[in-house]
């Protein structure tokens, strides 16, 4: 625990950009930022008295509603480096905090594995151009027009929540870097708010930088 | 057992199972028989919402070959892509029978496969 915390004192600047949407995110960040002392000294503490005490940022974590057993698995993942979305996602969802996730993460390293990774961003072009939408309508207008898109086959059905989105958001962060326009399937009025399709947009515009040009297509930030 | 098979979309948004763990619990009730469309029209119509739930679990899908169920206009269409990209694909008037025809499709051999 307390060489865990010495490291986190690095990890922790790492994922210093998690932003203060959420009013949860404004603790998380906070917390985050200072994990590594804080996890060290608790580790000295533990180490001395044998018992496990709650973190400062655990504590922080639970003034939102968290369980205690959840802060301390969101702290100690910010800490580690996971993915600013799977956090946020995370964040959002705490029912989905749960001790299988924990050990799940621990075993493997990553909410991910690699095949994973390289399924998801199979279908990547050099076009310029992603398109999103809801299934099936943005495979066929990505094929016709022949721009990426995401599709990770029978994999989808094997994945949990979190490593869906995770997923998503690794082949999200592809396009981004890329530089790809984003046309959508669908206009932006006929998004369904509660869909996935909208989580990727509000991915892409708050993560991301990228901004409606239209009612069917996102620019990335300028500088691409 | 039927309620398990016609709220699987919320339970899909509920846990952090995979789809195929769900599909792995709900299937103990599915060793023999898949529910008669008649049935699940029956339950569909008990609460409209579920209409929404599995029409979005449909549009939420990022993997194929996969069956889909979408609203078109007044219509409601289900479909399949397949492995070439190539959507078959049939229309309906009727929301519950659409609805219903899309769950046997997309369930039946998950859930029968799955107990066997």
């Given at each position: 625990m307390f060489v865990d915390g010495a490291f986190s004192i690095v990890s922790g600047a790492a994922v210093g950009g998690f932003t203060c949407e959420t009013g949860i995110g404004c603790l998380a960040a906070a917390g985050i930022l200072s994990?590594?002392?804080?996890?060290?000294?608790?580790?000295?503490?533990?180490?001395?008295?044998?018992?496990q005490q709650t973190t400062f940022g655990a504590q922080l974590l639970m003034k939102t509603g968290l369980s205690q057993a959840q802060a301390e698995i969101l702290?100690?993942?910010?800490?580690?480096?996971?993915?600013?979305?799977?956090?946020?996602?995370?964040?959002?969802?705490?029912?989905?905090?749960?001790?299988?996730?924990?050990?799940?993460?621990?075993?493997?390293?990553?909410?991910?594995?690699?095949?994973?990774?390289?399924?998801?961003?199979?279908?990547?072009?050099?076009?310029?151009?992603?398109?999103?939408?809801?299934?099936?309508?943005y495979i066929n207008k990505a094929n016709l027009k022949g721009a990426s898109f995401f599709d990770i086959g029978d994999a989808w059905n094997d994945l949990t929540p979190v490593q869906r989105w995770a997923a998503n958001t690794h082949f999200l962060d592809a396009i981004a870097s890329k530089?790809?326009?984003?046309?959508?399937?669908?206009?932006?009025?006929e998004i369904n708010p509660n869909s996935?399709?909208?989580?990727?947009?509000?991915?892409?515009?708050g993560q991301k930088g990228y901004k409606w040009v239209n009612q069917w297509s996102l620019r990335p930030p300028s500088g691409y | 057992m039927l309620k398990d098979l016609l709220y699987f979309p919320?339970?899909?948004?509920?846990?952090?199972?995979?789809?195929?763990?769900?599909?792995?619990?709900?299937?103990?009730g599915y060793t023999k028989q898949f529910p008669k469309l008649e049935e699940l029209i029956g339950g569909l119509r008990s609460n409209r919402k579920l209409i929404g739930l599995w029409m979005q679990f449909s549009e939420n899908k990022r993997g194929s070959p996969s069956w889909y169920f979408l609203k078109a206009g007044e219509k409601y269409i289900v479909g399949y892509l397949d492995t070439d990209y190539q959507c078959n694909e049939g229309m309906f008037e009727d929301q519950y029978f659409a609805c219903a025809v899309f769950i046997k499709l997309e369930m039946e051999s998950r859930l029968i496969a799955t107990a066997g």
């Open positions: 994990y590594g002392a804080d996890t060290a000294g608790h580790g000295i503490v533990a180490l001395w008295t044998g018992e702290y100690g993942l910010g800490a580690a480096g996971v993915e600013l979305a799977t956090l946020k996602y995370l964040v959002k969802s705490p029912a989905l905090l749960t001790d299988d996730l924990l050990r799940s993460y621990k075993a493997e390293g990553s909410f991910l594995p690699s095949k994973i990774k390289d399924l998801s961003v199979l279908h990547i072009t050099n076009s310029g151009e992603t398109v999103l939408g809801h299934f099936p309508g530089g790809d326009i984003v046309k959508l399937s669908l206009t932006k009025g996935y399709l909208a989580k990727e947009i509000e991915y892409l515009t | 919320e339970k899909i948004e509920q846990t952090n199972m995979s789809i195929n763990e769900i599909c792995d619990i709900i299937s103990d």
